[in-house]
C-alpha cells in the first residue's frame, strides 16, 4: 500500500528533526562538557547506518557533526579570546583554566610552540586533550583564523572516529538498540578511560592514596 498524499515517511521525519538536533547537541557539548558528544555521534551513525539511504545518512552524520564541533569550537575560542584581551579576563577563559591543570597546559604550549596549528588534530582525537590545546592558543593569543586553519581537520577526524565506532556497532548488531549501546559504551570508554587511569593507576591519587 502506497502511502497517502501528504503524508511524510518516518524515515524523512526522523532526519528533519535529528540532524538539527545533533548540530545543537555537538555545538552545546564544545561548550559545555556536561553533554558526551562522542558517544552522540556514535548513536547517530548508528541509527544512519541502518536507514535506507545509507550510505547517504552516515555521511551526512558525519558531516553535521563535523561542523557542529567546528562552530562550537570557534564559539569557544572567540569567548576565550575577549577574556584574554580584558584586563578582568572573563568567566569562559576562567572556566578554560579550570579544566586544564597545570601540566597539561604546560605539554600543550611546548607541542603547540613544536608543531604548530596541527596539534590541534591530534588534541581533537586524545580523551582530555581539546582543552589544554585550546588554551595554549588563547595564552599565545593565536589570531582565530589560524585556530580555525588548525581546527577544521581536526573536527573532521574526530567525527571521522566517533562515526567508525557508530558503523562499527551498526554493523555486528541487526538490531539498532544493541549497536547503539556497543557503540555508546566504546565512546564512554574512550573518553573516560585516561581519567580513570591517571586517578587509580600507578601514581594517581586511588583509594588510600592523597
Given at each position: 500500500m ?5 503524508q ?5 521525519a526522523?532526519?528533519?528533526v535529528g ?6 547537541l555537538?555545538?552545546?557539548g ?18 544512519a547506518?541502518?536507514q535506507?539511504?545509507?550510505?547517504f ?8 557533526s563535523?561542523?557542529a ?5 570557534l ?5 576565550g ?8 579576563g572573563s568567566?569562559?577563559?576562567?572556566a ?5 591543570t597545570p ?7 611546548a607541542?603547540?610552540?613544536e608543531?604548530?596549528?596541527l596539534?590541534l588534530?591530534?588534541s581533537?582525537l586524545?580523551?582530555?586533550?581539546r ?6 592558543c ?7 583564523h ?6 577544521g581537520?581536526?573536527c573532521?577526524?574526530?567525527a571521522a572516529?566517533?562515526g567508525?565506532?557508530?558503523i562499527?556497532g551498526?554493523s555486528?548488531?541487526?538490531?539498532p538498540w544493541?549497536g547503539?549501546?556497543?557503540?555508546v ?5 574512550i ?5 580513570v587511569w ?9 583509594p588510600?592514596?592523597g
Amino acid at each position: 500500500m502506497t502511502a497517502a498524499a501528504g503524508q511524510v515517511p518516518p524515515e524523512t521525519a526522523q532526519q528533519a528533526v535529528g540532524y538539527p538536533a545533533l548540530f545543537v547537541l555537538v555545538a552545546l557539548g564544545a561548550l559545555v562538557p556536561v553533554i558526551p558528544t562522542g558517544a552522540l555521534v556514535s548513536t547517530a551513525a548508528v541509527v544512519a547506518f541502518h536507514q535506507e539511504s545509507l550510505p547517504f545518512a552516515v555521511l551526512l552524520v558525519f558531516a553535521v557533526s563535523a561542523l557542529a564541533a567546528f562552530t562550537g569550537d570557534l564559539a569557544l575560542y572567540w569567548l576565550g579570546r575577549r577574556g584574554v584581551r580584558s584586563r578582568g579576563g572573563s568567566r569562559w577563559l576562567e572556566a578554560l583554566r579550570g579544566r586544564a591543570t597545570p601540566e597539561r597546559l604546560e605539554q600543550a604550549q611546548a607541542k603547540l610552540d613544536e608543531h604548530g596549528v596541527l596539534v590541534l588534530v591530534v588534541s581533537r582525537l586524545v580523551p582530555a586533550g581539546r582543552i589544554p590545546v585550546m588554551l595554549a592558543c588563547l595564552l599565545a593569543e593565536l589570531p582565530l583564523h589560524r585556530f580555525a586553519r588548525g581546527d577544521g581537520p581536526a573536527c573532521l577526524a574526530w567525527a571521522a572516529a566517533y562515526g567508525l565506532i557508530g558503523i562499527l556497532g551498526g554493523s555486528l548488531f541487526s538490531e539498532p538498540w544493541k549497536g547503539v549501546a556497543l557503540a555508546v559504551g566504546l565512546a564512554l570508554l574512550i573518553s573516560a578511560g585516561p581519567a580513570v587511569w591517571r586517578r587509580i593507576g600507578p601514581g594517581g591519587a586511588g583509594p588510600g592514596r592523597g
